[in-house]
């Protein structure tokens, strides 16, 4: 069982920075995937942007050129850069890692920090 500890959540206006940290409980390079999804009031959870263990980073269009998601294997964290922030960023974001292959394929779930943007 993976444990994901998110922080760094807030409320900032528009156009401002902010940046998230997930902590997983372990090493990192055991992780297929690690990455970020966001769920606004009355709609589907959705990825913001992942990273493979080979460094591969996916994002999603609505926020392609303002996040950068990171990975620092030192302190097993995954990070995402948040710039030039939109009142349609305002969500709860949720850290997410994929382990395994097939029937052990596992998925897991941090608790979720609030992003609300201010317009």
């Known amino acids: 069982q993976v444990q994901l500890v998110e922080s760094g959540g807030g409320l900032v206006q528009a156009g401002g920075s902010l940046r998230l940290s997930c902590a997983a409980s372990?090493?990192?390079?055991?992780?297929?995937?690690m990455g970020w999804y966001r769920q606004a009031p009355g709609k589907q959870r959705e990825l913001v942007a992942n990273i493979s263990i080979y460094g591969s980073r996916n994002y999603a269009d609505a926020v392609k050129g303002r996040f950068a998601i990171s990975r620092d294997n030192a302190k097993n964290t995954v990070n995402l850069q948040m710039n030039s922030l939109k009142p349609e960023d305002t969500a709860v974001y949720y850290c997410n890692a994929e382990q395994g292959d097939g029937p052990t394929w596992r998925n897991y779930w941090g608790q979720g920090t609030q992003v609300t943007v201010s317009s």
């Open positions: 372990e090493n990192i390079f055991r992780l297929n995937a």
